[in-house]
């Protein structure tokens, strides 16, 4: 099933991440009802810069908000970014099977609230620059991060690393921000015929956009849990892209 192999691969991110212990878990949306990990630049004590900040909305894995994504926004907090990782299931888990049951009963109408909920969460604190939000996602979460883009005119920038793809050019119309999209050339699940067909759209729809592709790289080359799949140095390079497509959309 390519949902399935969608998301399968798409075991942790593949940059080294810090130990999760910068942030704090929030409620925010209407009556509180979603919950997040949150970090703040000053709180992983590797940040000098003063406010205001740009904000990221982070989303998580097939496996939910775990400690793995958690380390991911401390590391980019540590950047200079106030992070807020959406929990989308309300749960994680490390059983393919289940975290598979998980993506397939997701209400998506509720998880897009979740997300723009997320976003004027940041844009609401005092200290984050409010027209300088963006999203970054990695597999589900690359897919999301695309969804968010989709429905928030206010995105600055999304960063999707081998999220599932939509390729038709009048919803591409609806996007707002600059988009970067990473992907392995030899990915089955998200195949180049569908990344070509994508950056035709964004093109098309005049949205600033960055795409960059592996040779030889499948689907989470930078995960380096899948063993002969990860690529350490291709997945050190999307890294850096990704940093520096951030800096230039949201610093």
């Known amino acids: 099933m390519r949902l399935m192999a969608l998301v399968a691969a798409g075991m942790v991110i593949g940059s080294p991440v810090m130990a999760a212990s910068a942030g704090k878990m929030v409620r925010f949306g209407p009556d509180s009802k979603f919950s997040g990990y949150f970090v703040r630049p000053e709180d992983t004590g590797k940040w000098s810069g003063k406010p205001p900040y740009p904000g990221l909305v982070v989303i998580h894995e097939w496996w939910g908000l775990n400690d793995s994504i958690k380390g991911a926004v401390d590391r980019l907090a540590a950047l200079g970014y106030v992070a807020l990782a959406v929990d989308l299931f309300g749960k994680s888990t490390s059983d393919p099977a289940e975290a598979f049951r998980m993506v397939r009963g997701l209400d998506q109408t509720s998880a897009t609230t979740q997300m723009l909920s997320a976003g004027d969460y940041l844009r609401t604190r005092p200290y984050v620059k409010p027209d300088r939000v963006g999203s970054v996602g990695w597999c589900f979460g690359g897919g999301q991060s695309l969804i968010l883009a989709l429905n928030d005119p206010k995105l600055a920038a999304a960063a999707l690393f081998y999220g599932r793809l939509v390729t038709d050019a009048d919803e591409i119309s609806k996007i707002k921000a600059a988009v970067l999209g990473i992907f392995g050339e030899a990915d089955t699940s998200i195949p180049m015929t569908d990344v070509r067909e994508f950056e035709k759209a ?17 689907h989470a080359f930078a995960s380096p849990t899948v063993g002969e799949m990860y690529r350490p140095t291709d997945a050190e390079d999307a890294w850096r892209k990704m940093v520096a497509f951030l800096e230039r959309y949201l610093k």
């Open 202 to 218: 964004l093109r098309k729809a005049g949205v600033r956009r960055e795409i960059y592709t592996y040779p030889n790289a499948g």
